[in-house]
């Protein structure tokens, strides 16, 4: 199977910690790469997260470990010796990315930086992801998604409601988008050295993704505009993409992007039939003026029905909604199962648990999710490779320069 996917016979060097940089590894694993996930002897310490997420962080079942590390394999690798580093270039010589969230401080004192690396392997991509950006002021400030992403963008201030406590995101979803567009940013570059036989430099922010990502409240916000956010639910700017209430308690959210055309049809199905021709919200222009008035009546009319008894007449009338739900509710979601987007894992303590599969699919196949690796799981496995010894595995073993799982 996994000479059909795109990037069989890719090699990578995932030199990272935490979320974002192992998330791109981890969609390049699934759509094909051999990752070679390198590892100090403490072990990245995300191992360790499901201490803050509530759940499980054993060797024997770990799923935040095995979301982002599924399907790579685990060297365990001394760094401040001669011969640890010895052994990450001998990786690096024949590798074909070499991706990491290391501080730049760090990856210039180990000499890993690109311009070093390109020196040495012309054609290795060098991908890098940190919290600001390497240029500017703040280009050595450390930086996780929740600060970087969320605090700084405004997303966290912007989505609340005016006087309320800024919003307390659930951690790595900045990560997990960052690093989902990392994965085609290395990909592009493999395009490229694929064609020219050159690397390149492939860098990437969590500032820079929520930049992006909030392009449009961004350019409403800024002082040529004027618009001023946070804003209360009854001056969105249009209040048919606003969830609503419903009479059990549910909240759906309606996402109607041609205001004039579904009218009509919306006002049919709230029992509103004498609003159509009111002039105060029958264009959208007008409804902007009127928005508090219409969001109450429109709210009022959805606490009639249960939300379940909303949906079919929504579909009917082509009107976009969703459900507003749970987290919870995303792991028993047939949608999802549907198409593939949801696995079961079961664990060797006999457990087992709903994860998240990587977005994208093939026509031709998919790779399972393989269990994340143990802390270097594969260190043996990958030395004999690149044709070390037994000998030299062992002694490295023995002298602290290799970690393997077996031995610990």
């Not at 393989?370 to 802390?375: D, I, T």
Request: aromatic content about 10%; hydrophobic content about 40%.
């Amino acid at each position: 199977m996994d000479e059909q996917l795109p990037l069989t016979g890719v090699k990578i060097v995932d030199l990272s910690t935490y979320a974002a940089v192992p998330a791109a590894a981890r969609i390049l694993a699934d759509w094909g790469a051999n990752v070679i996930k390198v590892e100090s002897f403490k072990g990245d310490s995300w191992r360790r997260y499901g201490e803050i997420a509530q759940v499980p962080c054993t060797e024997d079942e770990n799923p935040c470990w095995d979301v982002n590390n599924s399907n790579k394999r685990s060297i365990s690798l001394n760094l401040r010796t001669e011969k640890g580093m010895e052994i990450l270039h001998r990786l690096l010589a024949d590798a074909d990315v070499f991706m990491t969230n290391y501080r730049m401080t760090a990856l210039r004192a180990m000499s890993l930086t690109w311009k070093v690396l390109h020196q040495t392997y012309p054609r290795l991509i060098w991908g890098h992801l940190s919290g600001y950006g390497n240029k500017g002021p703040e280009a050595e400030r450390p930086g996780f998604d929740i600060a970087a992403f969320w605090a700084r963008s405004g997303l966290m201030q912007d989505y609340g409601q005016p006087g309320m406590a800024p919003l307390t995101p659930f951690h790595a979803v900045g990560d997990m988008t960052t690093g989902s567009i990392m994965a085609g940013g290395l990909c592009a570059a493999l395009y490229k050295q694929a064609r020219t036989g050159k690397g390149d430099k492939v860098e990437i922010s969590l500032l820079g993704t929520a930049s992006w990502l909030t392009g449009f409240p961004a350019v409403a916000a800024q002082k040529a505009y004027g618009n001023v956010y946070p804003r209360k639910r009854n001056e969105q700017p249009s209040p048919v993409c606003i969830p609503y209430e419903c009479a059990d308690g549910e909240w759906l959210e309606l996402c109607i992007m041609d205001y004039e055309r579904y009218y009509p049809a919306l006002c049919h199905i709230l029992d509103l039939d004498t609003l159509i021709d009111d002039e105060r919200f029958n264009t959208f222009a007008a409804v902007q003026c009127h928005a508090g008035e219409f969001i109450d009546l429109v709210q009022r009319a959805f606490l009639k029905k249960k939300r379940a008894d909303w949906g079919p007449v929504l579909t009917a009338a082509d009107i976009v909604y969703d459900n507003v739900g749970h987290f919870r509710d995303i792991t028993e979601n047939q949608q999802a199962w549907a198409n593939g987007n949801l696995y079961e894992r079961h664990f060797n303590n006999g457990r087992s648990a709903v994860l998240p599969n990587t977005p994208i699919t093939f026509e031709e196949a998919r790779r399972p999710a393989s269990p994340a690796p143990l802390l270097g799981e594969h260190s043996r496995e990958i030395l004999r490779e690149y044709e070390y010894t037994d000998e030299e595995i062992e002694e490295y073993i023995a002298r602290g320069i290799v970690r393997d799982h077996a031995e610990t």
